[in-house]
């Protein structure tokens, strides 16, 4: 079975400041994907960041970075330059082909952005 | 850019009614996926489905619940004899090009 955790329910960052939200997670599977997704209040799931495990290069998209450390089964993201409109919950999630590729998620971190 | 789209956006029931939420994924996706949460809570897998079957169910997922793709575009999820627990946002994803899962804006159920 597959775990995701996130350790931090809220987190708040000043805008134009950086945030890292942190996950962590454990899986039997050597093949893996890892996914950051951003849930605004409207409550639709918008797709962040991913990650494959097979590579070692970590993933980034524009302002959002990951730090992803294998070996310690850890997968964060990094938030450069915080706006407003970032201000959502992030849910951290995992799939393997051997669940089907059904994603396992996290509790979620809420972000606050203070202008 | 192709998107999965959800009707109804909202659907208010009586306890013990049947309700239908329906999706349509994007169209060169194969696998489909229904996911609950309910609120203030995380995400939840239902079900999955590929090659017009289900490949997996969760727990939660009992015979209260079916899925079925009618027409090669619509996948629907049937909720028989709702409960007051049933209330919920259900999202419905299609999963795309490396394994990613692209989901619709949800229906919010309420069971009243």
């Known amino acids: 079975a597959q775990t995701v955790t996130q350790s931090q329910p809220e987190m708040s960052v000043q805008e134009a400041e950086t945030v890292t939200l942190s996950c962590t997670y454990d899986?039997?599977?050597?093949?893996?994907?890892l996914f950051w997704y951003k849930q605004p209040p409207s409550r639709q799931m918008i797709l962040v960041i991913r990650?494959?495990?097979?590579?070692?290069q970590n993933a980034t998209e524009n302002r959002f970075s990951v730090n992803f450390q294998k070996a310690a089964k850890s997968f964060s993201l990094k938030i450069s330059d915080s706006q407003l409109g970032d201000a959502a919950m992030y849910f951290c999630a995992m799939n393997s082909g051997g669940s089907n590729y059904k994603l396992t998620f996290g509790k979620g971190t809420l972000l606050t952005v203070n202008p | 850019e192709p998107e999965v789209t959800q009707t109804p956006s909202h659907q208010v029931t009586q306890m013990g009614q049947e309700v239908i939420l329906r999706c349509v994924p994007i169209?060169?996706?194969?696998?489909f996926y229904w996911y609950r949460q309910i609120l203030g809570q995380k995400v939840e897998f239902l079900v999955s489905?590929?090659?017009?079957?289900?490949?997996?169910k969760s727990e939660i997922f009992d015979d209260q619940f079916s899925v079925e793709r009618p027409d090669g575009s619509n996948f629907t999820l049937k909720i028989r004899s709702t409960k007051l627990e049933d209330s919920a946002m259900y999202f419905c994803?299609?999963?795309?090009?490396?394994?990613?899962?692209?989901f619709g804006p949800g229906t919010r159920l309420l069971v009243l």
């Open positions: 990650q494959e495990a097979y590579k070692q």
């Open positions: 899986t039997s599977e050597s093949d893996y994907y």
């Open positions: 489905f590929y090659n017009n079957e289900i490949s997996e």
């Open positions: 169209s060169n996706h194969l696998y």
């Open positions: 994803a299609s999963k795309g090009q490396r394994e990613t899962q692209y």
